[in-house]
């Protein structure tokens, strides 16, 4: 036995021989450890089985917990269901009693021997080891009773043991499937050669859908060593579980489409969009698209794992697309979408307006706008030619399918302005623009106060932000404003009018991104119009993941934070463990989601900070507490 690591220390054959119970229970006891239970921390690992065969009891030690008999007979219960039935109400005043009884039935009927006297179990100062020997002997017809269950569950899968079946995660995919049907999406393409990928999302999935933990690292689960106690501990978790609230029914509000090709394609070339349904429960994911004239079109959908979906499709006729998107048969948020399939450029669909297509003044910025949203798939291009000069252009699509052009003449003088879609020109370029010296009377309007005029400063979503505007030099005429908003939708300004011909411009800000508020006098634009206004939206922000949830040392933190209309601003993240900060790992995702890891190494409590500038997202600070996990060691 030395040879095998259990030691002999302090006994002797003749105490064995003379019937030591004490001594014999720890060397029984020693052989369980080494060889059955394989666990450095045997009592730890016992108290966790122990825990999730008999939840209801309440066990938090091997000694008084088991003192009144009730654990007891929930354990043989539990073995032999409906024996004891009403364990939990047994009289403590009747401890030897209700021992004896437990102990008679388990001799009985499991032929499991009574290691220990009633009375000594029902004694407060009853040897641990005692207990634990006695209590293990039990696993046996546990593990064959998890194992009947197992197959009633996944019958059409060959289930022989708690080990090595268990290994490559197949068995685990369709258990998870089995008891939360429809979390599985691709259940059919489960298969042996994709182990590591299995075994990670079924841990993930049993956690979002059943409640059941992960008590096992993945490349636990995956080993050959891995021990009967501690698959049994997790596997018995199944038989408790339950639908977790949001899986029971899936929730398609909770899934996000996003993507050009939800709006927008091209005649023949992949248009591809995401759906992200990682937090919206138990469901399947349709997609269903129809082209102009009715007919079908079969999109190409990918299971990248743990929620996310990669959608393409390839337009076959020019026209609007239904695109209908649907989880647990419900229409995810926004569904059903058009999109439309541009066809070739078509210069006489371009609309153009502004008074920059027509009127200029040196050293001022001139505008004009391009709707295109017709005009088939092309780029905007534009150029001025003065006499001496020819300023640049600049172009920017505001909106989808709108541009806005913006120059600035450097001398008077009449000037062409040349207007091209996919390099033809639009109907009515070239342009002549007249380039004045005289001032309008916009150009004597003052902006005398108020935060729209701090450019660089981020303001908060919901906030009014203001602009004081004095027009008394300018004569009479009429003040006008309008802002074009984070989604290029027209966003109203309020106009106070105050003494002395001055008044406060105020824009209610609701979503995060920029704004651009054009300010005129008499149609024309003041100085430094238009004014851009830039504004965060911290709620707009959600952090979703296991690395956000309570979890073992070792385990990986892994979490998302989407940012897609938290409009501009600055992400920050800062997980501070028992032993100060953690570093935490970061990269950008697809559509503004910023993937986010840490690596807990020690056991307590760990907060996570997740900012969007300076102000805590919807849920944060989020606590997690990170346990030690009892380390599997080979027999």
Same mark, same amino acid.
């Given at each position: 036995?030395?040879?095998e690591?259990i030691?002999?220390?302090?006994?002797?054959?003749?105490?064995?021989?003379?019937?030591?119970?004490?001594l014999?229970?720890?060397?029984?006891?020693?052989?369980?450890?080494?060889?059955?239970?394989?666990?450095?921390?045997?009592?730890?690992?016992?108290l966790?089985? #122990?825990?999730?065969?008999?939840?209801?009891?309440?066990?938090k030690?091997?000694?008084?917990?088991?003192?009144?008999?009730?654990?007891?007979?929930?354990?043989?219960?539990?073995?032999?269901?409906?024996?004891?039935?009403?364990?939990?109400?047994?009289?403590?005043?009747?401890?030897?009693e209700?021992?004896?009884?437990?102990?008679?039935?388990?001799?009985?009927?499991?032929?499991?021997?009574a290691?220990?006297?009633?009375?000594?179990?029902a004694?407060?100062e009853?040897?641990?080891? @005692?207990?634990?020997?006695?209590?293990?002997?039990?696993n046996?017809?546990?593990?064959?009773?998890?194992?009947?269950?197992?197959?009633?569950?996944?019958?059409?899968r060959?289930?022989e043991?708690l080990?090595?079946?268990?290994?490559?995660?197949?068995?685990?995919?369709?258990?998870?499937?089995?008891?939360?049907?429809?979390?599985?999406?691709?259940?059919? @393409?489960?298969s =042996?050669?994709?182990?590591?990928?299995?075994?990670?999302?079924?841990?993930?999935?049993?956690?979002?859908?059943?409640?059941?933990?992960?008590?096992?690292?993945?490349?636990?689960?995956?080993?050959?060593?891995?021990?009967?106690?501690?698959?049994a501990?997790?596997?018995?978790?199944?038989?408790?579980?339950?639908?977790?609230?949001?899986?029971?029914?899936?929730n398609?509000?909770?899934?996000?489409?996003?993507?050009?090709?939800?709006?927008?394609?091209?005649?023949?070339?992949p248009?591809?969009?995401?759906?992200?349904?990682?937090?919206?429960?138990?469901?399947?994911?349709? %997609?269903?698209?129809?082209?102009p004239?009715?007919?079908?079109?079969?999109?190409?959908?990918?299971?990248?794992?743990?929620?996310?979906?990669?959608?393409?499709y390839? =337009?076959?006729?020019y026209?609007?697309?239904? #695109?209908?998107?649907?989880?647990?048969?419900?229409?995810?948020?926004?569904?059903?979408?058009k999109?439309?399939?541009?066809?070739?450029?078509? %210069?006489?669909?371009?609309?153009?307006?502004?008074e920059?297509?027509h009127?200029?003044?040196?050293?001022?910025?001139?505008?004009?706008?391009?709707?295109?949203?017709?005009?088939?798939?092309?780029h905007?291009?534009?150029?001025?030619?003065?006499?001496?000069?020819?300023? @640049?252009?600049?172009?920017?699509?505001?909106?989808?399918?709108?541009?806005?052009?913006?120059?600035?003449?450097?001398?008077?003088?009449?000037?062409?302005?040349?207007?091209?879609?996919?390099?033809?020109?639009?109907?009515?370029?070239?342009?002549?623009?007249?380039?004045?010296?005289?001032?309008?009377p916009?150009?004597?309007?003052?902006?005398?106060?108020?935060r729209?005029?701090?450019?660089?400063?981020?303001?908060?979503?919901g906030?009014?932000?203001?602009?004081? %505007?004095d027009?008394?030099?300018?004569?009479?005429?009429?003040l006008?404003?309008?802002?074009?908003?984070?989604?290029?939708d027209?966003? =109203?300004v309020?106009?106070?009018?105050?003494?002395?011909?001055?008044?406060?411009?105020?824009?209610?800000?609701?979503?995060?991104?920029?704004y651009?508020?054009?300010?005129?006098?008499?149609?024309?634009?003041?100085?430094?119009?238009?004014?851009?206004?830039?504004?965060?939206?911290?709620?707009?922000?959600?952090?979703?993941?296991?690395?956000?949830?309570?979890?073992y040392?070792?385990?990986?933190?892994?979490?998302?934070?989407?940012?897609?209309?938290?409009?501009?601003?600055?992400?920050? %993240?800062?997980?501070?463990?028992p032993?100060?900060?953690?570093?935490?790992?970061?990269?950008?995702?697809?559509?503004?989601?910023?993937?986010?890891?840490?690596?807990?190494?020690?056991?307590?409590?760990?907060?996570?900070? #997740?900012?969007?500038?300076?102000?805590?997202?919807?849920?944060?600070?989020?606590?997690?507490?990170?346990?030690?996990?009892?380390?599997?060691?080979?027999?």
């Amino acid at each position: 036995m030395s040879s095998e690591g259990i030691s002999l220390t302090a006994m002797s054959n003749e105490e064995i021989m003379g019937g030591n119970v004490k001594l014999i229970l720890g060397l029984v006891w020693m052989l369980i450890q080494k060889y059955h239970i394989q666990a450095e921390d045997a009592r730890r690992a016992m108290l966790d089985w #122990i825990q999730v065969v008999i939840p209801e009891a309440n066990i938090k030690n091997f000694t008084t917990d088991w003192n009144n008999g009730r654990a007891l007979s929930a354990l043989v219960d539990k073995c032999i269901p409906g024996t004891l039935p009403d364990w939990n109400i047994l009289d403590e005043s009747s401890a030897v009693e209700n021992i004896t009884n437990a102990m008679q039935i388990a001799e009985e009927d499991l032929s499991i021997p009574a290691l220990l006297a009633p009375d000594d179990m029902a004694n407060p100062e009853v040897d641990e080891l @005692s207990i634990m020997t006695y209590i293990s002997c039990f696993n046996s017809q546990l593990f064959n009773n998890l194992l009947f269950w197992l197959r009633a569950k996944v019958p059409h899968r060959s289930i022989e043991n708690l080990t090595l079946d268990w290994n490559n995660g197949v068995n685990l995919a369709f258990l998870v499937e089995a008891l939360a049907p429809g979390c599985w999406s691709d259940i059919d @393409s489960v298969s =042996p050669d994709t182990a590591e990928n299995n075994v990670r999302t079924g841990l993930k999935l049993a956690y979002d859908a059943l409640g059941v933990s992960p008590r096992m690292r993945v490349e636990e689960f995956m080993s050959h060593e891995v021990t009967e106690l501690a698959m049994a501990t997790y596997m018995w978790q199944f038989r408790n579980g339950k639908i977790t609230a949001g899986y029971a029914e899936g929730n398609a509000q909770r899934c996000i489409a996003s993507g050009l090709g939800l709006t927008r394609g091209t005649l023949g070339e992949p248009a591809n969009f995401t759906v992200h349904a990682g937090n919206a429960g138990v469901g399947k994911l349709h %997609v269903k698209i129809s082209n102009p004239g009715s007919e079908p079109i079969f999109p190409l959908v990918e299971d990248l794992g743990l929620g996310e979906y990669s959608v393409s499709y390839v =337009p076959n006729q020019y026209g609007d697309y239904v #695109i209908s998107v649907t989880w647990a048969e419900q229409h995810v948020s926004g569904s059903p979408f058009k999109a439309v399939v541009l066809g070739p450029p078509d %210069v006489t669909k371009c609309i153009l307006s502004g008074e920059g297509l027509h009127v200029a003044r040196p050293g001022w910025p001139s505008e004009f706008l391009v709707n295109a949203q017709t005009a088939g798939v092309g780029h905007l291009t534009a150029n001025i030619q003065g006499a001496n000069s020819n300023p @640049s252009v600049e172009i920017e699509e505001y909106a989808e399918g709108k541009f806005r052009g913006t120059y600035v003449a450097k001398e008077s003088g009449d000037h062409d302005l040349f207007v091209y879609w996919s390099n033809e020109p639009v109907p009515g370029s070239p342009f002549l623009v007249h380039v004045e010296e005289a001032l309008p009377p916009s150009a004597l309007i003052k902006t005398t106060g108020g935060r729209m005029l701090q450019s660089e400063m981020v303001h908060r979503a919901g906030e009014s932000i203001e602009l004081d %505007v004095d027009t008394q030099d300018a004569g009479d005429g009429q003040l006008a404003a309008v802002a074009i908003g984070p989604k290029g939708d027209a966003v =109203p300004v309020e106009i106070i009018a105050n003494r002395n011909k001055t008044f406060t411009l105020k824009l209610l800000t609701s979503r995060g991104g920029r704004y651009l508020v054009n300010v005129y006098f008499n149609a024309s634009h003041i100085p430094n119009s238009p004014f851009k206004v830039r504004v965060c939206n911290p709620e707009a922000i959600w952090a979703e993941g296991p690395g956000l949830m309570d979890s073992y040392v070792g385990d990986q933190g892994d979490f998302q934070v989407f940012t897609r209309d938290a409009g501009h601003g600055t992400l920050s %993240v800062r997980v501070n463990g028992p032993k100060d900060k953690f570093r935490v790992d970061m990269w950008k995702g697809a559509d503004r989601t910023v993937n986010c890891r840490y690596n807990p190494e020690v056991a307590g409590k760990y907060t996570i900070n #997740i900012k969007w500038e300076d102000q805590h997202v919807k849920g944060s600070p989020y606590t997690v507490q990170v346990r030690k996990r009892p380390d599997i060691v080979s027999g």
